[in-house]
């Protein structure tokens, strides 16, 4: 059952009230979340911590890291903050000294799959990957991965391209290092006739128009298809969903550390949680509830790795991926 927190906007506020006194001067946050909803997000963390001046450079994750990469090699880092796609770049980042524990981060309330148990980066939303279907040519909702390998389902699944999409790669590196699935599920995938495009957006556009009866794809595509009157349904498997965090951490170079704080005390408190809601996202925190086409947090099993083999598998599986389902 959800959860619903009785927090007010102005009771949320006093209770920041004391540390955002404190808090002011400039931020830089370096993010991968699109520019109006960076901005909107950043007009509502004003709300609380008005004194705190934020900019931010926004791009894909990729080229992100990459001007970071250049500004760590010539000794210049400028971003207090990062706030990017997934932990598997906060993960290398970790491994080569570049961020700053804050242990007094409140995770009580969070699964720790989705935050480092360092307390070096922390999940701020959930997109899970999950199956997307057809509801004019599938009678009944896929409870399970295995569906897919089904005679129903035979030469109609397709799926993202992890050499194309980061949540894709997030997920097909996940599975291929869990007992249970491994490669032999994804051979058993090609053997089926199950197909790979690029990106979310065509393999919800393939079952949206019956193309194919299944994919694999991120939540929110077919869920807002869905409430939009899109012949598509969205399960959540049993054994469980891999999910990308938009994770949130404080550079080791930081200049601001204390604005740095805040913000990340804000992303993670009922108030930073609300707003994800907000924006359309899945939030976090098992207390906050989404849309109402969403399920709560608290009801979805997170399949996760350690990121470190994620990103020491990553070039090996894009290359058996590719010979399996092609380039």
Avoid: C
């Avoid at 450079?57 to 001007?67: A, K």
């Avoid at 804000?266 to 939030?283: H, I, M, N, V």
């Avoid at 989404?290 to 894009?318: C, R, Y």
């Amino acid at each position: 059952m959800k959860k619903t927190l009785a927090l007010t906007a102005s009771v949320i506020a006093l209770g920041f009230a004391a540390n955002a006194a404190a808090q002011s001067g400039p931020l830089m946050i370096y993010t991968s979340t699109p520019t109006e909803a960076m901005n909107d997000l950043v007009a509502a963390f004003n709300e609380t911590y008005p004194d705190i001046e934020v900019a931010f450079f926004r791009s894909g994750t990729t080229e992100v890291i990459n001007r970071l990469q250049a500004e760590i090699a010539a000794g210049d880092p400028q971003p207090d903050v990062l706030l990017v796609a997934n932990d598997i770049v906060m993960a290398q980042l970790k491994a080569d000294g570049h961020l700053m524990a804050y242990d007094g981060a409140d995770v009580s309330a969070y699964d720790p799959a989705i935050y480092d148990a360092d307390m070096t980066y922390f999940g701020t939303k959930l997109i899970t990957t999950g199956i997307i279907y057809n509801t004019d040519l599938v009678a009944e909702a896929p409870t399970n991965w295995q569906v897919l390998l089904s005679e129903a389902a035979r030469g109609s699944v397709t799926m993202p391209s992890p050499l194309y999409s980061g949540a894709a790669a997030y997920h097909v590196g996940t599975l291929t290092a869990l007992d249970g699935f491994g490669w032999d599920y994804y051979e058993a995938l090609a053997d089926n006739g199950a197909i790979a495009g690029r990106g979310n957006g065509g393999v919800r556009e393939a079952v949206a128009t019956g193309q194919a009866a299944y994919g694999v794809i991120v939540d929110f595509m077919a869920l807002n298809a869905a409430a939009a009157g899109s012949p598509v349904g969205f399960s959540f498997p049993v054994e469980g969903v891999t999910a990308i965090t938009e994770p949130v951490a404080i550079l080791s170079t930081a200049r601001n550390v204390d604005a740095a704080q805040a913000f990340v005390d804000w992303q993670l408190s009922a108030a930073g949680q609300e707003f994800a809601a907000y924006q359309g996202y899945l939030p976090a925190h098992p207390d906050i509830a989404g849309a109402d086409h969403f399920p709560s947090a608290a009801d979805i099993t997170i399949l996760a790795v350690n990121p470190l083999t994620l990103l020491e598998n990553d070039e090996a599986m894009k290359r058996e991926f590719a010979d399996l389902f092609g380039s």
